[in-house]
């Protein structure tokens, strides 16, 4: 279902030619967010690129199932005190899923067949104003919209016998607009500086559906509409400061973040209260859900010799006030909840030679649940499957300690790692049976009690030769998690291997290849076993014009293997498959113009801070 821009949206949105450099760190201070299992990836974009009038036009098209051509255009303007650059983005196309849910106690399966059917116009234009050397003031907006057709489609057989053959058509208009305003003032020359920045965003994606069961047209329990309203809007303000002291850094800042959400459904569908009587209308339903998050931080980090340490603690007051209500229900309670966390981080380095390096840290960190994981409006429905949210989810914790070693050698690295978390009140998904429909079930999310993990983490980066790049990656965990499935206590002892090469190939100045595979093994949760799968990828760029342009070209899951196998015992037993479009190549084609002396400031991306739980498939 379209929802709000995720992070992986607003990052695919983000043109290559504005980002500078991407750090992956491991070892997240208190500064950032705790949102998330461990590490976090900062991309730093950058603004003012040129001097004059400079940017980038890409073209490309994807052709998988269905054809999804796209295109970018983005651009500075330096002139004087001021630097004005814009972007605009086109994509379009149709995405399959296929999926199936088969019965092992009874002959009963469900064929789904999901397609996204999508135009996304993505605009946004900024201006950096540098008032004086010490003083630098930037505003930028973006205007986001897509128009979405999204069908279900469902046939469900029992034994030989086809008795639903549901139809149905969901209509999305979303719109994003976000603003943001950032305000830096240097202190001083050695990198003292304080930083305002504030950012709204406001989401409305109202949406229409028409569901149809073409066997029996009648039935208003499998024939209604809907017409459902999803309302969003963050206020985020962060307020940072930063000093150099003797041999490292002080970070203080505070944070404030505001989410209203409000989701409505009208609807004419009908609905049994039980197997043994008639119909009854299932009523309209309104949401209202408002978090807010207000923090502080404190950071100090050191450097000597051979050792190195940062430690911080976080503060944060969390108050949600949620509230539910539905025509045919009455007592309903308000959801409320007031939750202080202190989130401490601290980890050690030591560097006994300029080879080797050891480090050892912990951190505690939180993970939310989105709000398309709360929501009572479904997601998708068919006859015998309906995908809902769970409004009664809490946030999951996680306690981390981890301890790494890196070997630096004439050609490359290693890093070896091992690690342990435990997590509790973990978020999943769940499958129940529906009350009135023993062969109906409910796909939705829960809260299972807790999980212990530890694992073995490898990872390294070679270069054979001067026209090789080589970067191996391996990963062995082990879990023991519970919870109460259909209120049994389930437990589940599980063992995950990844695994993961990459392959970088010079074979002229102008020509480049890559080939990358990636394995993830069987995976066992309180719900449901998945099965291991692969992927392999390959890619080439070569350029032209000069080195102003460039040709890509890339083939995703060549082998066809992405697909999601499970086998699930509650809330009865069953197999199933997800097939996602996943396997495609792509074409394209880029080119930047414009000359100029650099004059380069950096500006990190925020995200919205939103995290989706430990959801997923399953």
Do not use: C, H
């Not at 589940?492 to 990636?518: D, E, G, Q, V």
Request: charged share 20%.
């Amino acid at each position: 279902k379209p929802s709000n821009l995720s992070s992986a949206q607003l990052l695919n949105q983000i043109p290559a030619s504005s980002v500078k450099s991407v750090e992956i760190i491991t070892s997240p201070s208190a500064k950032y967010s705790p949102e998330g299992m461990s590490g976090i990836i900062n991309i730093i974009l950058k603004k003012n690129t040129f001097i004059g009038f400079n940017g980038s036009a890409t073209l490309g098209v994807e052709q998988s199932i269905n054809t999804r051509p796209s295109g970018s255009f983005d651009f500075n303007y330096s002139v004087d005190k001021f630097n004005f650059y814009g972007n605009y983005g086109l994509d379009f196309g149709k995405f399959e899923t296929n999926s199936f849910l088969e019965r092992l106690d009874k002959k009963l399966k469900q064929d789904i067949r999901f397609l996204d059917n999508s135009v996304t116009n993505y605009t946004k234009l900024g201006v950096d104003f540098y008032i004086n050397p010490k003083n630098t003031l930037s505003f930028y907006t973006t205007q986001s919209n897509t128009n979405t057709d999204f069908f279900v489609d469902t046939k469900t057989v029992f034994e030989t016998n086809l008795i639903f053959d549901s139809e149905n058509l969901s209509i999305f208009k979303n719109r994003e607009t976000a603003y943001n305003l950032d305000y830096k003032v240097d202190l001083q020359d050695d990198g003292e500086y304080v930083e305002l920045e504030i950012n709204y965003i406001k989401n409305n994606n109202p949406q229409e559906d028409i569901i149809t069961e073409n066997l029996n047209r009648n039935n208003k329990e499998f024939n209604f509409t809907n017409t459902i309203a999803n309302d969003n809007s963050i206020f985020l303000a962060n307020l940072d400061y930063t000093k150099p002291v003797k041999n490292g850094l002080l970070e203080l800042g505070l944070e404030a973040r505001i989410q209203n959400v409000f989701n409505s459904i009208e609807t004419n569908q009908e609905i049994q209260t039980n197997t043994n009587q008639s119909l009854i209308p299932k009523g309209n339903s309104a949401l209202n859900y408002d978090r807010e998050i207000y923090s502080g931080y404190i950071n100090l980090s050191k450097e000597y010799t051979k050792i190195s340490w940062q430690a911080g603690l976080r503060f944060e007051q969390f108050t949600l006030n949620a509230e539910f209500s539905n025509t045919q229900q009455t007592s309903l309670e308000a959801i409320k909840d007031d939750i202080f966390s202190i989130y401490p981080s601290t980890f050690i380095t030591y560097n006994p030679s300029e080879k080797n390096q050891f480090q050892i840290g912990y951190s505690r960190r939180v993970d939310r649940p989105s709000i398309e994981q709360v929501t009572p409006i479904q997601e998708w429905n068919s006859p015998l499957s309906i995908a809902v949210g769970n409004r009664n989810l809490v946030p999951q914790f996680t306690n981390s300690f981890e301890l790494n070693y890196t070997r630096t050698l004439e050609k490359g690295s290693i890093n070896l790692g091992a690690f342990y978390r435990k997590t509790s009140n973990i978020i999943g998904r769940v499958f129940n049976k529906d009350a009135t429909n023993e062969d109906r079930q409910i796909i939705t999310y829960a809260n299972f009690d807790s999980a212990e993990s530890y694992g073995f983490e490898f990872s390294s980066n070679f270069k054979p030769f001067s026209w090789w790049t080589l970067r191996p990656s391996a990963n062995l965990y082990f879990q023991d998690n519970q919870g109460f499935v259909n209120n049994n206590l389930e437990i589940a002892n599980n063992t995950l291997f990844t695994a993961r090469i990459s392959n970088n190939f010079k074979a002229t100045n102008k020509l480049r290849f890559s080939l990358s595979t990636s394995y993830r093994g069987n995976n066992k949760t309180v719900l449901a076993t998945i099965n291991d799968y692969y992927l392999v990828n390959i890619a080439a760029r070569y350029s032209v014009l000069k080195g102003d342009g460039s040709i890509s070209l890339r083939g995703t899951d060549i082998f066809n293997g992405y697909k999601i196998d499970f086998l699930t015992t509650n809330p009865f037993q069953q197999n199933g498959q997800y097939t996602l479009e996943y396997r495609s190549i792509y074409l394209g084609f880029s080119y930047s113009f414009g000359k100029g002396k650099n004059r380069e400031r950096e500006r990190k991306y925020r995200e919205e801070n939103e995290t989706q739980g430990s959801g997923g498939v399953l």
